[in-house]
């Protein structure tokens, strides 16, 4: 588990009830955090898929 990951620079771009989608300021690497409860359902899948793709 990361702890204290530091998100400066960073770009939230998908916000979910469950997760956040961040990009970084290079455009080269993107994280996501996830709570305890996945969200699986495939119009969230395509949604971050689509979201990914347009930021590299």
Known sequence: MIKNF????????????????????????????????LDNDIESLEYDREATKKNT
Not at 7 to 16: P, Q
Not at 19 to 28: I, L, P
């Open 6 to 37: 530091d998100l400066t620079g960073w770009t939230c771009f998908s916000e979910r009830r469950n997760s956040k989608s961040y990009v970084s300021a290079d455009k080269k690497w993107m994280v996501k955090f996830v709570g305890e409860v």
